[in-house]
């Protein structure tokens, strides 16, 4: 059974920091580029971090980029999301997702609210 399951969220103040984490169970881990999404109310669901099967690359939304630090441990089967310099914008639900291309293969964790007070 395919899960991912995120934790981590919750309410914090702007400029403050959470790290979400992302633990994933029922597939090989390390063949899935990992992706942290997230969804205001009212907004598209948008790409905030991703990082390829071996985290030797990475990109950023340019939202995000000098605040978010996306990593992964493939030996744990976890991924998370270190996020510093909160600002109210940043408050969604955010997902977790894991993708692999070539097996048209991609699994979505249930989320995790971040709310960030001004």
């Known amino acids: 059974q395919v899960q991912l399951v995120e934790s981590g969220g919750g309410l914090v103040q702007s400029g403050g920091s959470l790290r979400l984490s992302c633990a994933a169970s029922g597939f090989t881990f390390s063949h899935y580029h990992m992706t942290w999404y997230r969804q205001a109310p009212g907004k598209k669901r948008e790409l905030v971090a991703s990082?390829?099967?071996?985290?030797?690359?990475?990109n950023y939304a340019d939202s995000v980029k000098g605040r978010c630090t996306i990593s992964r441990d493939n030996a744990k089967n976890m991924v998370y999301l270190q996020m510093n310099s909160l600002k109210p914008d940043d408050t969604a639900v955010y997902y977790c997702?894991?993708?692999?291309?070539?097996?048209?293969?991609?699994?979505w964790g249930q989320g995790t609210q971040v709310t960030v007070s001004s």
């Open positions: 990082i390829v099967t071996d985290g030797s690359m990475t």
């Open positions: 997702n894991a993708d692999q291309p070539f097996l048209s293969s991609t699994y």
